[in-house]
Every structure is written in C-alpha cells, then in structure tokens.
C-alpha cells in the first residue's frame, strides 16, 4: 500500500474506524438531528471517520463534528440498479454539503450520466476531492484502483447478487484487495465484532467501517431479542 501520495483527509483514517450514520427514512432517528447526535457520539467514542447519506445530513454532521466525512447520495432511478452517488450532480451536491470525501458505486452495472471512468475523474478533477469507490469484487476493486479511485471499499460484497448477503463481512475479499493494489482498502459490510475488525486490519484493510452494529438500534435490538426467543423455546428460565 502506498500512501505517499494520499490526500492527507484520507490519511486520518489509517488504521480507524469509520462510523457510518445513516438511517432509513422508516426509522425513528431518520433525520438530521438524530444523525448529528449519532455522529458527535460516534467522535466521542473514538471514531476517526463519518460515512453520511445525503445534503441535509452532511451539513447536521459537519456542524457538530471535525472527523472527516465520507459523502453519498443515495438516487433511486427505476432503470438502473446504481443508487449510491450515481451521477456528477449526486457527487456534486454532497461536496456543496460539506463531504470531504465522495463515496460511489464503481461497479460497471448500469448508471445513469456518466460512465464510471468519467466521473471518478471528474469528482477529483473539478470538485478537487478524494473519490472513494464502492465494489463487489477483486477485478472491480482493481479497476477501480486502476481509474484513480484514492480509496476502495467492499461496500457492495454480498450486495449485488439478487440474493440474501452472507452472515458475515467479506474480510477475505478485502485482504485479496489489499494484496492487489496499492490503493488503500477500506472494509465495510456486517462487521459486528471488535475481533471481526482486528482481523481484517490485520490482513491490510487500511480502516474500517461500520454502520447497523452501532447506529441502527433496530437491527441490534432484533438480534437480541432473537436469542431471548432462542432460550425461550429451550425452556430457560429467568432468575
């Protein structure tokens, strides 16, 4: 991994957690004010990093936080299956917003505006940010790297197939990634353990990000309650 030439905003992210804040728009803390107080809470607790969704969000979180934020715009187009900063514009507005960091899908799946090529460059040419770019596997990873992408991620491992996701993160994926390229790996996608992060820094992933097992209190909560109906039907019993 070569880091000599990384914008120093990407820099502060080696060897950290990211925490991504981000709600749907069904959730009670769907809304800016939740996701500033997520974000400053997840500042307090020692991430180095923000993964935040959307303009309003992005300007709530730069209010209350100076950790480097990773910017999306999530566009649902019915014809395309790209959805996260899908276009120049998309890109664009979260810059504006206060993203020091642009995060997109840089799978070659049908988009709307401009090919994947076109704007990667474009995002680092003309809005003059680091691009980080969003895969599903080894050979998109690479060619992302390969387009100029400063940072890729899995992302979207487990997330394109049409079916279910894997239980767990892809850490293989990301040590295969890190081996291949120069460009620094960023791991993402159902970590739910310190011990899951530890392994997949271990094996060169160059930072870490975490969404639902710490911001989506929903999704924790379900998982607890699951093992409670676990014991339930064994036959255990409270104190």
Known sequence: MNTNRLPQVCRALEGGLIVSCQARPESPLH?????????????????????????????????VSRLPIIGILKEYHKDFPV????????????????A??????????????????VLIRRVREELRVPVMADIVTLEE?????????????????????????????????????AAAVATPVIAEG???????????????????VIGTAITNPIEITRRFAAATRIRTRAGGGGA
């Open 83 to 98: 959805y996260i900063t899908p276009t120049f514009r998309a890109a664009a507005a979260v810059v504006e917003a206060g």
């Open 31 to 63: 809304g800016p004010t939740f996701m500033a107080a997520m974000a400053r809470a997840a500042e307090i607790g020692g991430a180095v990093g923000l993964r935040v969704n959307g303009p309003n969000d992005i300007r709530a979180v730069r209010r």
């Open 190 to 208: 159902r970590f739910w353990t310190p011990e899951q992060v530890a392994e997949v820094l271990r094996r060169g992933a160059f930072a870490v």
């Open 100 to 117: 020091h960091i642009v995060a997109l899908d840089a799978t070659p799946r049908p988009r709307p505006g401009e090919t994947i090529d």
């Open 141 to 177: 990873g690479v060619r992302a790297a390969e387009m100029g992408a400063d940072l890729v991620a899995t992302t979207l491992s487990g997330h394109a197939g049409g079916g279910p996701p894997p239980e767990g993160p892809d850490i293989d994926l990301a040590a295969r990634l």
